[in-house]
Nanobody
Framework: QLQLVESGGGLVQPGGSLRLSCAAS????????IGWFRQAPGKEREGVSC????????NYADSVKGRFTISTDNAKNTVYLQMNSLKPEDTAVYYC?????????????????????WGQGTQVTVSS
C-alpha cells in the first residue's frame, strides 16, 4: 500500500518558522515525485513546492521562494518542508502528494492534477 502522512503543523507568529514532515510508506522516494500543496479558506488548492529526488530537481511557487525549502531524508523515507519568515497569507491546510516518476522527466511541477496520492493534510496558522 502507498500512504502519505503529514505532521508538524501548528500555530506560529508572523516571521516564525515551522517544519512540516511527510512520511511515505509503501514506496520509496527515489522514483516518485513529491509535492507540497496548500489550501486556504475560500481559495483553490495551490502548489507550494516539489522535489524529484531521482532527477535532482526542486521547484517552488513564487510566493514562497526564498522562504521555504523542501528536502528529503532517505533513511526515514520522509520529505520535509522548512518554512521560514512565515506570513499570515501562508495560513492554510498543507498537503503532501506523490506521483509516479518518469525516466525521461527529471523535474517536477506544481499542478495538482498529476499527483494521484495525497495525505490527510496538516493545519498551519500564522497569526499574531
Amino acid at each position: 500500500q502507498l500512504q502519505l502522512v503529514e505532521s508538524g503543523g501548528g500555530l506560529v507568529q508572523p516571521g516564525g518558522s515551522l517544519r512540516l514532515s511527510c512520511a511515505a510508506s509503501g514506496f520509496t522516494l527515489d522514483y516518485y515525485l513529491i509535492g507540497w500543496f496548500r489550501q486556504a479558506p475560500g481559495k483553490e488548492r495551490e502548489g507550494v513546492s516539489c522535489i524529484n529526488k531521482s532527477g535532482g530537481s526542486t521547484n517552488y511557487a513564487d510566493s514562497v521562494k526564498g522562504r521555504f525549502t523542501i528536502s528529503t531524508d532517505n533513511a526515514k523515507n520522509t520529505v520535509y518542508l522548512q518554512m521560514n519568515s512565515l506570513k499570515p497569507e501562508d495560513t492554510a491546510v498543507y498537503y503532501c502528494a506523490a506521483m509516479y516518476g518518469s525516466r525521461w522527466f527529471n523535474g517536477c511541477g506544481l499542478q495538482t492534477t498529476p499527483y494521484r496520492y495525497w495525505g490527510q493534510g496538516t493545519q498551519v496558522t500564522v497569526s499574531s
